[in-house]
């Protein structure tokens, strides 16, 4: 026997104990089949010091409605669970945790620091996989990955090695995002961009062949020391006469040319701009078009560069083991030693000294800082590892322009070629201990680098034994490029998983990571396995508050989605998350979306107690014959079947948002607040025959639609399911509705909606009257479609309150003292005296029509008066005059209503 349903839904307890049921049974693992087409998803590793946000909830909410849809449909559906190392947030957790015990990094060493780094993952990481849990993820856990696992990181490694063996790896000097804090380069997503007040900083350089003062501006005047070249505009007609002359370096005296370059925008300031390659992005790039030096002036943990800096550089340079193009090291003389900010101060006291700070201009601007530590980012010219973008960019933008991976929505597309074709080499290399460990070796005695999955005995060019491997690790991108088939075993490519499962599907993602992430799994997988990673890219927004701002801990208006699954359930917040969302546009988090989202799930919980309690105990499920369903079954059951095969179209369009609203409305105002109640008619008559047909559909819609809902609203679908005669073990293996041949009644529906409205025109008319439910009156209908009606006497009796019915293509008689209804079909009229009590009706329309009159006179007067039309905001003048026209229309409209009633 099925269970009973208890009086309330209470999610607490409810929904752990179906998730363990899930997990313990293994309905979460999916078994290669070759007789099911396989649907796979990977999840967007989120970082093991990760907490469940709201971004995540929305992120994995879609990819299990995708999931339990996928799987339902029959196909072998896997969704591949895992979490991101996330190199330099869990280095910093563990240096915080180390630094609470006076260690450093450099006291236990690197072998030490990864035991620890080890250890701290194995307690704290898996907790956001917990947390997802509570989400109702119907991830197959027993493939749960790691980044840096043993399977993963050989694919890291294979990587890396192909690409350098293609001369599509390198290792050279160039522009990095360097934070002075962390000590290591960044990748472009990991700088936040933060307002802050500055100034531009006037500058007066001496051009040496003419003594006159060239003036530029800058934001950044201790890199000036660094300055190797001025810049101004070849077609600049204000500096013809300058080209090929030097300047002077202010405080230094070194001569530096004066170079014609675009970059220098005549429109801007003055036209001239300096130029310090070792320092500046843009400047790094007229370095190299003009072949200008490089110095550098800042070290890697931001101070100013001294004697000992420079020795130590001029020693390798001088020793043969310097790179080309290894920037110089200036000594920075009495500046050596201080902070960037220390020396700004000193450089710009001394530059007003020798009258080179013309002015000070306050500005705000955008700095970028680290994400982490927030601390001011300083471009840097560094010795890093790079991989060529553009031979691997080609390929990847063909894909998606020949639509073998096509962004949804399509707008998308744009972002991720932009991003392809304007990319700069990836710099790959990151100066910290955990992550994947670059597999490079130098050899002490020689200087030759090799490049292998497993460490060399010996120098294969000089025999030595002395090799080193590279200290630096991979940036965490890297190895999350190769997630969606590193996850399925490659590179064994003769892996079950990935000869099966790849190339996958679908991935979720939202739309800021298209550059960092999407585009380098689709160079990846196209370069690698030859084949694109995935077929669709379903792009979500962010989760907002309710006022539309984007949750932040500097805002304090984040919310935790583990409260609020405490307080509703995950199947509200689920629903709340996916109804009214759209692929692409940001939504907004409110508790009344959620609080509705709880009472839909009480209302389900409500209609399925009372079909439960109308079962006889030797119930047998089942539709029954057609000659037993009346009009109203045919409707649902037609309803069920439009409504089934809408949810698929929209989900098989990935507008997951619209087939949830479809659901619910379903559920709700069609099958609860109506066919439950036409049913009452049938369960609590005197025909047993009619009464079994009832509960049979009731029970075969209930069944379909917990089906239908079941991708969105996993937990309270199972539970009620479980309770329903003739249930399977569980509602996720079970077939999607609309498969099967689902029939519609088109003429029965047609009949019984013109029913259905005219019930409507009549309530809505007794609810304006005031008329007491019980309170029941004769009709007469008027109608091209009389069998409709003629069909619908029982409808009309419970619903319309009709004591008798009339039914006539013309009515041609008295319509004195009648009440008239209309729809598009049909034209009711009433005795407007069945209705009302006429001495009581009459006595409260002309309360009502004396309290309008008061208003009347009262808006009328204020505008009468010439002082409140002439001097009253003009705003409020024409309210007023509205309000008179409404208290106008509300008067003549009693007025009818008294003569109405003699």
Request: some cysteine; charged content about 25%.
């Amino acid at each position: 026997m099925p269970k009973e349903l208890a009086k309330q839904y209470a999610p607490q307890g409810t929904e752990d104990r179906i998730y363990q049921n899930w997990c313990d049974k293994g309905y979460f693992h999916t078994q290669i089949d070759r007789s099911k087409k396989p649907f796979t998803i990977v999840m967007p590793p989120p970082n093991v010091t990760g907490q469940l946000h709201m971004g995540h909830a929305m992120d994995e909410t879609w990819q299990d409605i995708l999931t339990r849809y996928k799987r339902m449909q029959g196909y072998a559906a896997l969704w591949v669970p895992g979490t991101d190392h996330a190199s330099i947030a869990t280095e910093a957790k563990v240096v915080a945790k180390m630094r609470e015990e006076g260690l450093t990094k450099e006291m236990v060493g690197r072998d030490g620091f990864l035991e620890r780094a080890w250890d701290w993952k194995n307690t704290y990481g898996n907790r956001i996989v917990s947390q997802l849990k509570k989400l109702g993820c119907s991830c197959d856990w027993q493939r749960e990955r790691f980044t840096m696992d043993e399977g993963c990181s050989d694919a890291v490694k294979e990587v890396f090695v192909r690409l350098y063996n293609e001369g599509l790896i390198y290792r050279g000097n160039r522009m990095v995002n360097w934070c002075p804090h962390c000590n290591t380069s960044i990748s472009d997503a990991e700088v936040e961009y933060e307002a802050k007040e500055g100034s531009f900083w006037h500058l007066l350089y001496p051009v040496k062949e003419t003594g006159e003062m060239l003036e530029l501006a800058t934001t950044r005047p201790e890199t000036m020391l660094g300055d190797t070249a001025v810049a101004i505009n070849a077609e600049d007609p204000r500096y013809k006469h300058l080209h090929g002359c030097h300047v002077v370096l202010p405080l230094l005296g070194r001569e530096i040319p004066i170079v014609c370059d675009e970059h220098a925008d005549m429109e801007k300031g003055t036209g001239v701009v300096k130029i310090t390659p070792a320092h500046d992005p843009n400047d790094f790039e007229v370095g190299k078009r003009h072949d200008l030096p490089m110095i550098r002036v800042l070290t890697y943990d931001g101070h100013m560069t001294g004697a000992a800096d420079k020795a130590a550089v001029d020693a390798e340079k001088a020793a043969g083991r310097a790179a080309a193009d290894e920037p110089d090291v200036l000594d920075c003389g009495k500046y050596a030693g201080m902070t960037a900010l220390e020396a700004r101060k000193a450089i710009l006291a001394d530059l007003e000294a020798c009258g080179a700070l013309k002015e000070t201009e306050p500005l705000t601007h955008d700095v970028g800082t680290c994400y982490r530590c927030h601390s001011v980012i300083e471009p840097m010219v560094s010795k890093q590892w790079f991989v060529k973008m553009e031979p691997l960019a080609k390929p990847a933008i063909e894909s998606v322009e020949k639509g073998e991976i096509k962004f949804v929505p399509e707008r998308f597309t744009k972002n991720y070629i932009n991003w392809m074709k304007g990319g700069r080499d990836w710099c790959i290399s990151r100066q910290l201990w955990w992550g994947h460990q670059i597999p490079a070796w130098y050899c002490g005695d020689c200087g030759e680098t090799v490049v292998a999955k497993e460490a060399p005995c010996t120098c294969p060019k000089c025999g030595s034994s002395n090799m080193t491997q590279d200290p630096d690790t991979l940036d965490t991108w890297f190895s999350s490029a190769l997630w969606p088939f590193s996850t399925l075993g490659w590179p064994n490519e003769n892996a079950e998983d990935y000869n099966y499962f790849y190339p996958t599907n679908t991935l979720v993602t939202g739309y800021d990571i298209i550059g960092f992430w999407v585009s380098r799994m689709i160079f990846s997988g196209l370069a690698y396995t030859g084949k694109a990673p995935f077929d669709t890219v379903l792009i979500h927004g962010i989760v907002r508050d309710s006022q539309g701002r984007k949750m932040s801990k500097s805002l304090g208006n984040g919310i935790d989605p583990l409260e609020v699954i405490e307080q509703y359930g995950a199947d509200a917040l689920r629903m709340m998350l996916i109804i009214g969302s759209t692929a692409g546009n940001d939504m907004r988090y409110s508790d009344e979306k959620v609080l509705a989202c709880r009472n839909f799930a009480n209302k389900l919980w409500n209609a399925s107690r009372f079909v439960q309690m109308n079962l006889p105990e030797d119930f047998e499920p089942g539709l029954p014959e057609e000659s037993l369903l009346d009009m109203s079954d045919k409707w649902i059951l037609s309803e069920l079947a439009k409504v089934a095969a809408e949810a698929t179209a929209n989900l098989d369009k990935y507008e997951l948002g619209l087939a949830a609203e479809k659901v619910e409305n379903f559920i709700w105002e069609v099958y609860c607040d109506w066919y439950i109640e036409i049913c009452k008619t049938r369960l609590n008559g005197e025909d047993a025959a009619a009464a079994d047909a009832a509960r049979k559909v009731l029970v075969y819609v209930l069944d379909k639609a917990l089906k239908l809902l079941h991708p969105f609203m996993p937990f309270i679908t199972e539970e009620i399911y479980q309770a329903l005669p003739g249930s399977a073990e569980t509602i996720m293996n079970e077939k999607w509705p609309g498969d099967e041949n689902m029939k519609v009644w088109a003429e029965d529906c047609a009949d019984f909606e013109k029913l259905m409205d005219y019930i409507k025109a009549v309530r809505a008319m007794r609810a304006e009257m005031n008329v007491h439910p019980a309170k029941k009156t004769s009709m007469i209908i008027e109608t091209a479609s009389p069998a409709a009606f003629e069909k619908g006497g029982a409808y009309l009796a419970r619903f319309a309150f009709a004591t008798d019915v009339t039914v006539t293509a013309k009515y041609e008689g008295s319509t004195d003292g009648m009440v008239n209804v209309a729809t598009p079909d049909a034209k009711g009229f009433i005795p407007m005296m069945e209705l009302i009590d006429r001495d009581k009706e009459l006595a409260r329309l002309n309360k009502e029509l004396t309290k309008a009159e008061k208003e009347l006179g009262m808006f009328t007067n204020q505008l009468n008066n010439p002082k409140f039309v002439e001097k009253a905001p003009a705003k409020l003048v024409e309210e007023t005059r509205a309000k008179l026209a409404a208290a106008q229309d509300k008067a003549a409209k009693i007025k009818e209503s008294i003569a109405a009633l003699g």
